[in-house]
């Protein structure tokens, strides 16, 4: 009795050391030392270790000058007293790549669970089998693609437009911090500070949207237009599937002039500053032909 609960001491002391215990009890109950088999396990050898050494001794090299910069700069604004300035850009950076990095994505990847329901043939395998080359024009690569594909397509345009809405940060800034300069222009009787500090950011969100909803359209347009194609030659082509697929063009054409039209709406705020021959600003033409034009245009996109 006393020697197994020796025996289980041992193997409770194995267990939380990690050792391996084969047991020394003997058929007849007696314990025997000879028997107990101690191993202690293989210590891993840390693979990654010569890694992360490299890096520790690459990083400064590449990196060093650059950290340097930064840290005496910060130093420099401390002293001065103007510390929140220095972070204020970097808190405002990170928080615009935050910010159209989700909202892209979502711009981007949304449109394409719907288009999933609308037309199931982008994730299904083919119907036809192959028995010579010239199969396989017919056969519908898309399911193998398409779902790499839109997440490759979202990510990439979401980091993109991220990475340059970051770098507007000082437009952005004087739009956050914009007061009124006191003085309207006579056209359009808006404040000085609207043509100075918020029409360039609106500019820029302009030129994100439509860049954005326009690579969204030309996808939609050549994965909805080979869909069809496919479906028609392989003999499966149904008035349905022609239907489901200009849907899926003409709302993505849709989304995209509901874009466009903010285009020529703010396109109407840059004549005053346009340069003429004699002088800068509205001319007589402008006013009474391209302003009118443009509020037409923005109109009939808004109607399409």
């Known amino acids: 009795m006393r020697n197994a609960k020796c025996e289980i001491r041992i193997s409770k002391f194995a267990f939380l050391?990690?050792?391996?215990?084969?047991g020394g009890m003997r058929d007849n109950g007696a314990f025997d030392d000879d028997v107990i088999d101690i191993k202690q396990p293989r210590r891993r050898r840390r693979k990654w270790l010569p890694y992360v050494l490299g890096g520790v001794l690459v990083a400064p090299l590449l990196f060093g000058r650059g950290l340097l910069e930064f840290y005496i700069d910060a130093?420099?604004?401390?002293?001065?007293?103007?510390?929140?300035?220095?972070?204020y850009k970097f808190r405002l950076g990170a928080a615009l790549f935050i910010v159209f990095l989700v909202v892209t994505f979502l711009i981007t990847r949304l449109p394409f669970l719907l288009l999933n329901r609308l037309l199931p043939q982008l994730t299904e395998r083919s119907r036809l089998r192959m028995t010579s080359v010239e199969d396989l024009k017919e056969v519908n690569f898309l399911?193998?693609?398409?779902?790499?594909?839109?997440?490759?397509?979202?990510?990439?345009?979401?980091l993109?437009?991220?990475?340059?809405?970051?770098a507007a940060w000082p437009e952005f800034a004087q739009y956050l911090n914009a007061v009124d300069g006191g003085v309207t222009d006579p056209i359009f009787h808006r404040d000085v500070s609207f043509y100075l500090f918020k029409l360039p950011v609106l500019d820029l969100v302009s030129s994100w949207l439509?860049?954005?909803?326009?690579?969204?359209?030309?996808?939609?347009?050549g994965v909805s237009l080979y869909t069809w194609y496919i479906e028609k030659s392989q003999g499966f082509g149904t008035a349905q599937t022609?239907?489901?697929a200009t849907s899926a063009v003409?709302?993505?054409?849709?989304?995209?002039?509901?874009?466009?039209?903010?285009?020529?709406?703010?396109?109407?705020?840059?004549?005053?500053?346009?340069?003429?021959?004699?002088?800068?600003g509205v001319s007589y033409t402008d006013a009474n032909v391209r302003l009118p034009a443009l509020d037409i245009l923005a109109i009939a996109l808004l109607v399409a």
């Open 17 to 22: 050391f990690g050792i391996h215990y084969d």
């Open 75 to 87: 130093l420099w604004f401390s002293s001065l007293g103007y510390a929140d300035v220095y972070w």
């Open 143 to 158: 399911p193998v693609v398409y779902r790499p594909g839109v997440w490759v397509l979202s990510v990439a345009v979401a």
């Open 160 to 166: 993109m437009s991220a990475a340059s809405m970051s």
């Open 210 to 221: 439509v860049t954005t909803f326009l690579i969204l359209f030309a996808v939609v347009t």
């Open 242 to 244: 022609r239907r489901r």
């Open 250 to 280: 003409s709302a993505a054409a849709a989304a995209l002039a509901l874009v466009l039209a903010g285009s020529p709406y703010i396109g109407r705020f840059d004549l005053l500053q346009s340069r003429q021959d004699l002088f800068a």
